[in-house]
């Protein structure tokens, strides 16, 4: 494996050459290993004197890394802390994170890296990953020419316009990608050297970033239109002639460009929006053990989702190919699925919907007689008394809607409620779990988009589930890397799903958790792998290996964080 941009050449997986001495290896965050050079390490590399004179090992560094991360008082400044870290050794900084994933994962991603977002100018440190400004598209290619030395396998992009329920964030919104890609390598094992944040800044239309004399984005408002479509035609463009078969995830688009960008590449490249088949994928995962766990089948349920734009949408089809699994008819399972948006209901009386909403608009025969609110819409309430739905979920990004009236109706007419507030960060959820347990008398099984502590409730302990997509994507890029998978299909996402699904601990106990530990998240990734790859293979997108050579190329595509033994390449 070649990292050129980092100056080093792989010799085998235990030891590397580099061609960087002195303080310029010590800055190269993938090369250094701090303390933990040897004393050889130091006099061959040009170290002698920059280094403390105490030789360490990678236990002794985390130990102390993560006595530093405990003293820092607020999530924001562990935060920085981690970013810092990943700044000056990405090794010490993953097998940190690996020790305490669990503990972590909420600081490195959601919900603290909204914050980070929304503060990124007041916090930036040091620039990672590339900027592509709008102003110097004409040098997109001499950027990604510049870039390209390495060997690039996945990228994650934004345009910073959707930033998880926060909106607008600018430039911020590179903390997504950061993030995001932290992952794939922490839980999914993607090499660090071989991932690629990038943002696309295109201005922004939050005033009070444009205000911010400390803003480091490009100060004026976004571009939009034929604009904005040239641009990422242009970026696409160049990708394709600079990283070839790359993983291109899209995330955080606003609504009017999410899904029309993914419907234009889909077919082109090999990519996925997290947000609209993530988000769906790791939902119906949850959902089929919640079912299981109610002693039921997901074709059974009855379901209603707050928030129908994209993402929502996505959610809603990907259960109904899962309904369709199980064996009911497109239209049958369709007709199960209740949509809610800022209009209410969607039904075939309604006007102006887009494109991927008109599947779920429900018959105008089917709701006459239900009750209309003072806007003439038809309100959540009055769905769940209607429609008596067994499943609610919010993708809404409107904190509360979950109201008790709401729940209560709904835990008035089905056993086993299932109920997944999935906007985050964590001031965006429909619901906080505790009342939602509540509200139910301890019936309700819950999951949620953002961490949230177990509930106690009549002396006992319900575990809540984050259901984020972290458990989704990074053994998605994992098994699409190991085989080199040349698209990324639904069927793939449906494999991952039911692959998530099987490693719920609900799947064996009715009362454990939906979703696996946090901690477990290398295990499901592989599975998921396993899975994803499995699926590309049959399906054409991959060439066709025997079952126990795919098991052995996952598990050589992923990366452990350990220091390999560096020598100075000569000549």
């Known amino acids: 494996m070649d990292i ?5 050449d792989m010799v085998e997986d235990d030891e590397c050459e580099v061609v960087l001495r002195g303080r310029s290896l010590l800055d190269s965050p993938l090369l250094n290993k701090g303390t933990a050079f040897t004393w050889a390490e130091r006099k061959e590399l040009g170290l002698l004197g920059l280094l403390p004179p105490t030789q360490e090992t990678l236990d002794e560094q985390a130990s102390r890394a993560y006595e530093a991360f405990r003293n820092k008082t607020t999530d924001l400044e562990r935060h920085i802390y981690l970013r810092q870290l990943q700044d000056a050794n990405e090794i010490l900084f993953y097998r940190v994170l690996l020790d305490h994933l669990a503990e972590m994962t909420p600081i490195v991603y959601t919900p603290t890296v909204g914050l980070a977002c929304e503060r990124f100018s007041h916090i930036f440190r040091r620039p990672r990953g590339l900027y592509l400004a709008y102003p110097e598209r004409a040098q997109l290619d001499a950027i990604l020419d510049d870039a390209s030395g390495s060997r690039i396998s996945v990228i994650v992009v934004t345009d910073g316009e959707r930033i998880l329920g926060l909106g607008d964030q600018g430039v911020g919104g590179m903390g997504i990608p950061i993030g995001k890609l932290s992952l794939y390598t922490a839980c999914g094992g993607v090499h660090p050297g071989t991932t690629l944040p990038i943002l696309l800044d295109v201005g922004t239309n939050n005033q009070e970033r444009l ?50 960008i993914l419907e234009r590449y889909r077919d082109r490249l090999c990519t996925f929006n997290d947000d609209i088949q993530g ?24 379901i209603a989702i707050l928030g129908a734009g994209s993402a929502g949408c996505g959610v809603a089809e990907q259960l109904v190919a899962a309904m369709v699994d199980e064996g009911l008819e497109l239209h049958e399972a369709r007709a199960r699925l209740f949509l809610v948006d800022r209009q209410g209901l969607l039904h075939d009386r309604l006007t102006g919907l887009k494109p991927f909403q008109e599947h779920f608009r429900q018959p105008g025969e089917r709701v006459a007689g239900w009750d209309l609110d003072s806007d003439g819409a038809i309100g959540l309430h009055e769905v769940v008394r209607q429609a008596r739905p067994t499943i609610l979920i919010g993708v809404s990004g409107q904190p509360g809607m979950f109201t008790e009236p709401i729940v209560r109706t709904m835990a008035e007419q089905t056993a086993r409620p299932i109920i997944f507030p999935l906007s985050n960060p964590t001031s965006r959820a429909e619901a906080i779990p505790a009342k939602l347990i509540e509200w139910t008398e301890g019936r309700a099984l819950v999951a ?53 699904a099987a490693c719920s601990p609900a799947a064996t106990d009715p ?23 499995g699926r590309a293979q049959l399906d054409g997108l991959a060439p066709p290996c025997p079952p126990e050579r795919l098991e052995s190329l996952v598990d050589r595509a992923m990366w452990w964080p350990r220091y390999p033994k560096v020598r100075f390449k000569r000549g």
């Open 279 to 302: 988000t769906a994928a790791v939902a119906t995962g949850a959902l089929l053990a919640a079912a299981a766990a109610s002693g039921e089948r997901l074709r059974d349920q009855r």
């Open 4 to 8: 050129a941009n980092e100056g080093r």
């Open 448 to 500: 949620t988009g953002s961490p949230f502590d177990d509930v106690e409730y009549a002396g006992r302990r319900f575990p809540i589930a984050q259901c984020n997509n972290s458990y989704v994507f990074p053994g998605l890029g994992l098994g699409v890397v190991a085989v080199g998978a040349s698209r990324v299909s639904e069927a793939m996402f449906m494999a991952a799903a039911r692959a998530l």
């Open 211 to 260: 205000d911010d004399p400390m803003y480091v984005g490009w100060r004026h408002e976004r571009i939009a239109g034929r604009e904005y479509d040239a641009f990422i035609e242009t970026f696409v463009k160049a990708v394709e002639r600079h990283f070839p078969g790359v993983l291109l995830q899209w995330e955080d688009f606003a609504q009017a460009h999410a899904g029309p």
């Open 511 to 533: 009362n454990g958790p939906l979703l696996p530990a946090l901690s477990e998240s290398r295990l499901v990734a592989r599975a998921i792998a396993l899975a994803v790859a």
